[in-house]
C-alpha cells in the first residue's frame, strides 16, 4: 500500500474517533460532519491506491462511484451523509440539519462511515496482499 494510501485511511479512523467524541459530549452535528470526512477520507484512499489523484470534491456518491463503492445501500446512504459537509459551512443549511440531527441520528451516520473505511479497507489489504 502506497504511504500516501495509509495516510488517508489513517486520517480517516482519526476522523470517525473524532466524531465518536463529539456524539459523546452531544455535538450531534459536529458528529455527523467528523462521519462526512470519514467516508471522504476512506474513499480518497481508495482512489489514491489506483494511481489517481482524487479529485477535490466532498461529494461522496460520486467519490464511492469513482471508488468503485457498489454497495447500492450503503451507495444511498452517502448522499445524506454528503450533507453534513455542506452544513458545516452554510448557516442556512446548518440550522436545518441541527433539526433533525439527535444522537440516533448521528450513530446512524458514523455506522455508515464505519461501513465505508471497513470496505475501503478490506478493498486496500486484499489488492495489496
Request: net charge positive; aromatic share 6%; proline share 3%.
Amino acid at each position: 500500500m502506497k504511504p500516501t494510501t495509509r495516510d488517508w485511511l489513517e486520517i480517516a479512523a482519526e476522523d470517525l474517533d473524532t466524531a465518536q467524541a463529539m456524539c459523546d459530549g452531544g455535538r450531534y452535528l459536529y458528529a455527523g460532519f467528523q462521519a462526512q470526512q470519514t467516508a471522504e477520507k476512506a474513499l480518497r484512499a481508495v482512489i489514491q491506491e489506483a494511481v489517481r489523484v482524487p479529485p477535490k470534491m466532498h461529494d461522496l456518491e460520486t467519490l464511492a462511484e469513482r471508488a468503485g463503492l457498489d454497495d447500492g445501500s450503503l451507495v444511498g446512504r452517502l448522499k445524506v451523509l454528503s450533507a453534513y459537509y455542506i452544513a458545516r459551512h452554510y448557516p442556512a443549511e446548518r440550522a436545518s440539519l441541527r433539526k433533525t440531527t439527535d444522537q440516533t441520528r448521528a450513530l446512524e451516520l458514523m455506522t455508515t462511515a464505519r461501513q465505508v473505511l471497513a470496505w475501503a479497507t478490506r478493498r486496500l489489504t486484499s489488492t495489496t496482499s
